[in-house]
């Protein structure tokens, strides 16, 4: 199958044409299908074909209305999904599900377990059912697929280009996958490194530069929350070969989002990506919904994500170790009390960032330390405390990443962190993951930063052990924005957060920050941003110190135990015995009764890590120390001041 074509690039300085187009034919043929609202329509005459897959109270629908085909999906009975477009328009305009015929239909329902190098859980369980259509374009002749699996924590659907027999290619100008939410659904929106707004889905506010795409467009992951209590997070899986998923308020059609490939790099550096022509047969990245019957639920039903990536490609992975980072001043003596540090704290890494081979965005050569750091001794000696030594790179120095960290595992470097990272279009997709599979290659952990999305390879390539992609924390955002991300950009995959202890520059209070090291998932655990050893010389000052000495970065087990998104959150993680529970609040003051039926049987010694009094700032706020005796048969009242938190460590006793 071959198929090609030009289309219009978008106007510089306004809303980009391909949006406007794209939105408006969404919405005509929402409106022309009948699909205005979300019940399916069953108009008198119609031919209509479909196919149901579920799972554990979930059901996702593959139908074809007339040769058009729609989809939807449900959670105990509800709609989460209402009927909804499919559609992939090639480079020379055909659009393959317009006029589509079944040429064959199949199911089948799987169910494995499968072990995670670090997770979440030490196990992870993949069942679903899952219904497939092969089809054929009438007009065209063209061979294509539908999948859709129903999962107890979600559903996902991808499309399969089949070609006509041997090996060829097509060119996908558009997906035309579209999102029709039920009536009074709220989206949480947020481009690049902004903080989360919720409007509805008709209302995504019109961001982009005149480089970036532009348009009523939003990252993913997305997160609605449904009227009837429902929520979802729309997700990408499994992504190579192809570019980054946005999703759009589709014009004309309240309620719905329709999909946007990008065709420019998040923030406008590279060429611009009109089309992305493949080689047949082909699978598109999967768009997962990942739901919850409650906001808690939504949070532990996250690894639905890994469930459609690709399985762990390193035949050796007994190098990765997650764990905890402080970030040095750019010295020899700040790396070499930065070890020392990290061996005080139960830190397992430290790192030079920015500015450690000279100004990163005039300096292309990353292969030389500046005088004032004797790098050769710092990594000797942090080898020798058994603390490893991460690297920060910037964009412009990966010209010849094969060599660069070729050097840098002879230096004896365990990790890199890649700085200005922007994804988006197809060659940035495949860029990102060479730089992962290179550093496998040489054994280093890699940390991409700045505008990057996850798409669950942290399973193929477990490697690639954190990124960003996320308005971090040393941009001091509200408690708001906080208890956000565990139903958000969370879900998606994890994130590089850098927790800030102590700092008067925090909008939250000190027990706050360290609930973070609990509640949020994080392989890759950045601590004490901003700080200098020093500042802890005096351990009686800062209480939190032991918690932060003892909390991993990767869990046994993972519980959510309540949670509303924006208001607040608790999450009990397990590593062997002992759980860490960390709880987080919005600006309101308020306290949780938490059960501690997670917990195994005896007693267990609580030690608890409390907002104090409020002081005149939330950062000024002292965490109050104390310890009780529990067992699984007591319920845990969790007292947080406005913007605060509290950390729990459950021992057995």
Same mark, same amino acid.
């Given at each position: 199958?071959?198929? *090609?074509g030009?289309r ?6 306004r809303t *980009?044409?391909?949006v ?6 969404v ?23 479909s196919?149901t897959?579920?799972m554990?109270g979930t059901?996702v629908?593959?139908?074809?209305v007339?040769g058009?085909?729609?989809?939807s ?9 209402? =009927?909804?477009?499919l559609?992939i ?6 659009v393959?599900?317009?006029d ?12 494995s ?13 993949d069942?679903?059912q899952?219904?497939?259509w ?6 065209s ?11 107890r924590?979600?559903v996902?659907?991808r ?16 997906e035309l ?5 039920p009536?009074?659904?709220t989206?949480?929106s947020?481009?690049?490194e902004?903080?989360y707004?919720?409007v ?6 019109v961001?982009g @530069?005149p480089t970036t795409?532009?348009?009523? #467009?939003?990252?993913l992951?997305?997160?609605?929350t449904?009227?009837?209590?429902l929520i ?8 190579v ?7 759009g ?8 989002? *329709? ?5 420019? @790099? ?15 047969p082909f ?15 939504? %949070?532990?039903?996250a ?7 690709p399985e ?6 007994s ?8 970030r040095?001043e ?5 790396? /070499? ?5 990290a061996?005080?704290r139960?830190?397992?890494y430290?790192?030079?960032?920015a ?7 005039s ?5 030389a330390p ?14 020798g405390?058994?603390i ?6 910037n964009r412009?120095? /990966?010209?010849?990443?094969d *060599? #660069? ?26 860029q990102?993951?060479d730089w992962?599979?290179?550093a496998?290659?040489y054994?280093?952990?890699?940390d991409?930063h700045?505008d990057?999305?996850?798409f669950?390879y942290?399973?193929t ?12 924390n040393?941009q001091?955002p509200?408690?708001t924005h ?7 950009r969370?879900?998606g995959g ?7 202890y102590?700092q008067s520059r925090?909008? @939250? =209070?000190?027990?706050h920050?360290m ?6 998932y994080?392989p890759l655990?950045?601590l ?5 050893p ?6 009686a000052n800062?209480?939190?110190l032991?918690?932060f000495?003892?909390?991993p ?9 309540a949670?509303?998104i924006?208001?607040?959150?608790a999450?009990?993680r397990?590593?062997?015995s002992?759980w860490?529970?960390g ?6 003051s308020?306290?949780l009764s938490?059960? #501690?039926a997670?917990?195994g ?7 608890v890590?409390a907002?104090?009094?409020?002081g005149?700032s939330?950062?000024?706020?002292? %965490?109050?120390v ?11 009242d ?11 460590? #459950?021992?057995?006793?």
């Amino acid at each position: 199958m071959r198929a *090609s074509g030009e289309r219009e690039e978008p106007t510089v300085g306004r809303t *980009s044409r391909r949006v406007v187009l794209k939105g408006a034919t969404v919405g005509a043929g929402l409106a022309a299908a009948g699909i205005a609202t979300t019940h399916p329509a069953h108009a008198t005459g119609r031919r209509r074909q479909s196919v149901t897959a579920r799972m554990g109270g979930t059901s996702v629908t593959l139908a074809l209305v007339d040769g058009e085909l729609r989809w939807s999906a449900r959670r105990g009975g509800r709609t989460v999904i209402g =009927t909804s477009a499919l559609g992939i328009r090639l480079g020379d305009g055909t659009v393959l599900g317009n006029d589509a015929q079944v040429v064959r239909s199949r199911h089948r329902t799987h169910r494995s377990t499968w072990t995670p190098v670090y997770g979440r859980n030490a196990t992870v369980t993949d069942q679903y059912q899952e219904q497939r259509w092969d089809l054929r374009d009438r007009a065209s002749g063209i061979r294509f697929g539908v999948q859709v699996r129903a999962y107890r924590t979600g559903v996902a659907l991808r499309y399969l280009l089949l070609g006509r027999g041997d090996q060829g290619t097509a060119t996908i100008a558009d997906e035309l996958t579209t999102f029709v939410f039920p009536h009074g659904t709220t989206v949480y929106s947020a481009r690049d490194e902004n903080a989360y707004e919720p409007v509805a889905p008709d209302s995504i506010p019109v961001t982009g @530069t005149p480089t970036t795409d532009n348009g009523p #467009l939003t990252d993913l992951p997305l997160t609605a929350t449904l009227g009837d209590g429902l929520i979802a997070c729309v997700c990408e899986s499994a992504r190579v070969d192809y570019p980054r998923l946005m999703l759009g308020s589709a014009a004309g059609a309240a309620g719905a989002l *329709s999909a946007f490939l990008m065709e420019h @790099t998040a923030r406008g550096t590279g060429p611009v990506e009109t089309a992305t022509t493949v080689t047949t047969p082909f699978a598109t990245p999967w768009r997962a919904v990942v739901i919850g019957t409650t906001h808690a639920e939504l %949070v532990d039903n996250a690894e639905l994500v890994l469930n459609l990536a690709p399985e762990n490609a390193l035949p050796d992975t007994s190098w990765i170790k997650p764990g905890k980072v402080f970030r040095c001043e750019l010295t020899t003596a700040a790396g /070499l009390a930065g070890v020392d540090f990290a061996v005080a704290r139960g830190l397992q890494y430290i790192e030079y960032d920015a500015g450690w081979y000279g100004p990163e965005f005039s300096t292309p050569d990353a292969t030389a330390p500046i005088p004032a750091i004797d790098l050769p001794s710092v990594i000797s000696y942090a080898t020798g405390k058994g603390i490893g030594v991460f690297l920060y790179v910037n964009r412009l120095a /990966l010209t010849d990443a094969d *060599s #660069l960290f070729g050097l840098y595992k002879s230096w004896g470097v365990q990790g890199i962190k890649l700085g200005f990272i922007n994804d988006g279009t197809r060659t940035m997709t495949n860029q990102i993951i060479d730089w992962a599979r290179t550093a496998a290659k040489y054994e280093l952990l890699i940390d991409m930063h700045d505008d990057v999305r996850p798409f669950g390879y942290e399973r193929t390539h477990p490697n690639w052990i954190s990124l960003e992609g996320v308005r971090g924390n040393e941009q001091f955002p509200t408690a708001t924005h906080n208890v956000t991300l565990p139903f958000a950009r969370n879900i998606g995959g994890p994130m590089d957060y850098t927790i800030c202890y102590g700092q008067s520059r925090d909008r @939250t =209070t000190n027990a706050h920050q360290m609930a973070m090291a609990a509640v949020y998932y994080q392989p890759l655990n950045f601590l004490f941003w901003y700080d200098k050893p020093s500042k802890y010389n005096n351990p009686a000052n800062w209480p939190g110190l032991p918690w932060f000495n003892a909390v991993p970065t990767t869990w046994d087990e993972s519980r959510t135990l309540a949670g509303s998104i924006g208001e607040y959150v608790a999450v009990a993680r397990r590593d062997g015995s002992t759980w860490y529970l960390g709880a987080m609040t919005n600006e309101s003051s308020r306290t949780l009764s938490l059960p #501690l039926a997670f917990l195994g049987r005896g007693t267990y010694t609580a030690t608890v890590y409390a907002d104090g009094t409020p002081g005149a700032s939330p950062y000024q706020t002292p %965490v109050v120390v104390s310890s009780r005796t529990v067992t699984r048969d007591d319920t845990l009242d969790v007292a947080m001041a406005p913007a605060g938190g509290q950390a729990v460590v #459950l021992k057995p006793s």
